[in-house]
């Protein structure tokens, strides 16, 4: 809030207000003019009035502060309350006072509040909620503008408050309970990275009978002479489930307007498996194919999901890059038994670089899902997109290939339910 108030005074064109100053000027001048002592009186009377009622307005402007309050995050289409907080710390009265909020996220931009009388040293609340209809997004609230008459009602004063506030707006995130290829993983507690399996580190686990080829100092000794066979001990060994998303968000890879383009159902459809992946209790990582590229780092629980959804609802297409690329250069890194999930585009991609992509990853003992969003059912906008069109093949090819090569594939067009469509396989 600006520690000096930007006053705007405007005087009320009706008839009331009008007599008033018009009378004051002709008891003036007329009381100078014939030399009447008592019409200039009252004149100067109806003059001190009027500037005590101007500067009472705008004492009683610059005593009003306001404080608005709201939860920083929301999804797409959620509800956000905002409370807004109105304080007359003067020693009079705010008469007719308005508050008008900017709500940038929704379709009503300015939110209007209004208290009859406020009486001085007193607070008094407001509140409304809007929803976040503008897509996903940091968008701002604010700044607030305020609108208060004179104690006579001669005068209307404005004052815009710099009090701005963000809402980061996620995309929204279907719930997808029946997305049952990921599994469950193994990271039930929040930033736990490792669980606990039979194999070797240092914490014993239990016994088991001698198998060729055991190391003599893993034997158990006491317990094999007890039982009168070799026992070896068992230890637990530390293990993983990771979950890499890949998003195709090239800019030729993007078809469609606003919020009906395939980019923005590719980054609604990472953001209900990645919620989905962390309620599993996985490890979860994003990667957007674009240039340049952006990543997350690799975690799990609530706090990571939070980063993940702050960064889906910042991210934007950008740039050339082919997510079969990406993939090749990250197969080596990635782990077995880890999953990756590819949230792809209908038609741009290199077939034989993405059958290279998937036998790698085949190879590398790492599973693969695929989210196909088809861009034929969005509006194509770029010339640089029909040798993508004319080379794909039709969906249900792809679908068969993506099938052939190991992967689980779901699919999703315009206008679907996310949550439904990534209920079912194709």
Not at 307 to 330: C, F, N, Q, R
Request: net charge positive; proline share 5%; with cysteine.
């Amino acid at each position: 809030m600006s520690p000096y108030p930007r006053e705007e005074m405007t005087i009320r064109l009706s008839t009331r207000q009008n007599a008033i100053l018009f009378l004051t000027t002709f008891l003036i001048f007329s009381g100078i003019g014939m030399g009447s002592r008592a019409v200039t009186v009252a004149g100067l009377f109806l003059l001190t009035l009027v500037l005590l009622d101007w500067f009472a307005g705008s004492r009683a402007l610059r005593a009003i502060s306001v404080k608005r309050r709201h939860f920083p995050r929301a999804f797409e289409n959620d509800s956000v309350a905002v409370d807004i907080e109105v304080l007359n710390s003067g020693n009079g009265p705010a008469n007719l006072l308005e508050v008008t909020d900017s709500f940038a996220p929704g379709n009503n931009y300015l939110i209007r509040s209004m208290a009859l009388e406020l009486p001085p040293h007193s607070r008094m609340p407001f509140r409304y909620e809007e929803r976040c209809s503008r897509g996903r997004g940091l968008h701002l609230v604010g700044p607030m503008r305020l609108r208060l008459g004179s104690p006579l009602g001669l005068f209307v004063f404005r004052d815009t408050r710099d009090d701005v506030s963000t809402i980061t707006v996620y995309p929204q995130a279907a719930s997808i309970p029946h997305f049952a290829v990921l599994g469950n993983g193994t990271h039930f507690n929040i930033g736990e990275q490792v669980v606990q399996r039979i194999g070797r580190s240092e914490e014993f686990a239990s016994l088991r009978g001698y198998r060729p080829g055991d190391p003599p100092r893993l034997i158990h000794w006491p317990s094999s002479a007890r039982h009168q066979t070799l026992l070896v001990k068992e230890f637990a060994r530390n293990v993983v489930t990771e979950v890499t998303i890949y998003i195709d968000l090239a800019i030729t890879s993007v078809s469609g307007l606003g919020g009906l383009s395939s980019a923005e159902y590719r980054i609604k459809a990472a953001a209900a498996i990645a919620t989905e992946t962390i309620r599993k209790h996985h490890l979860c990582k994003l990667v957007a194919a674009r240039s340049p590229r952006k990543e997350t780092s690799l975690g799990g629980g609530q706090r990571h999901l939070i980063t993940m959804l702050d960064w889906l609802a910042l991210i934007k297409p950008e740039g050339e890059a082919s997510l079969e690329t990406e993939l090749i250069g990250d197969s080596r890194r990635l782990k077995p038994g880890a999953t990756v999930v590819l949230v792809m585009s209908s038609i741009h991609f290199d077939p034989a670089q993405l059958e290279q992509a998937l036998r790698l990853l085949k190879t590398r003992q790492v599973r693969a899902i695929a989210v196909v969003v088809d861009d034929r059912t969005f509006v194509k906008l770029r010339s640089e997109q029909e040798q993508f069109y004319a080379k794909a093949p039709p969906l249900d090819h792809l679908i068969a290939f993506l099938r052939n090569s190991g992967c689980d594939v779901f699919t999703l067009g315009i206008s679907e339910n996310i949550g439904q469509k990534l209920g079912i396989p194709a």
